[in-house]
């Protein structure tokens, strides 16, 4: 089966030469991570894309904050990933780590899927 993309952190791979995406699904969810992890200006010919959920990591943990990066995060997903539903999304802190669960469909397909993050400040 062909690869839709190389999978991202690269790794090697005695079939394909390095792991590859061979679903939809695993492409989507890699890509959902990287608009997450960008910071706006990192990305080359696009500077508004990406969510730059760094920066909130040594803010405040506040309800406001919270709602500030749910609105980033529902406004980039909507312009750069239209065929994603956002169904939930969930930030906090726990065990020392900012977590973001993000519960989505893929539109086209009708499947339902969900990312975790845990990022250490």
């Known amino acids: 089966m062909p690869g839709l993309s190389p999978s991202l952190p690269l790794v090697r791979d005695r079939i394909d030469g390095i792991k590859l995406n061979k679903t939809i699904k695993k492409l989507v969810k890699q890509n959902l991570k990287m608009l997450i992890l960008t910071s706006p200006g990192e990305r080359v010919a696009i500077p508004e894309y990406g969510v730059g959920i760094r ?4 803010d405040q943990s506040t309800d406001e904050r919270f709602s500030a990066l749910k609105t980033r995060i529902y406004s980039q997903v909507k312009k750069y990933m239209p065929t994603l539903n956002l169904r939930d999304v969930k930030i906090g802190i726990k065990e020392q780590a900012f ?11 009708k499947t339902i899927d969900s990312l975790n993050l845990s990022l250490a400040a």
Not at 100 to 107: A, G, K, N
């Open 99 to 109: 977590r973001v669960s993000i519960q989505y469909t893929i539109t086209p397909l």
């Open 55 to 58: 920066r909130y990591l040594f």
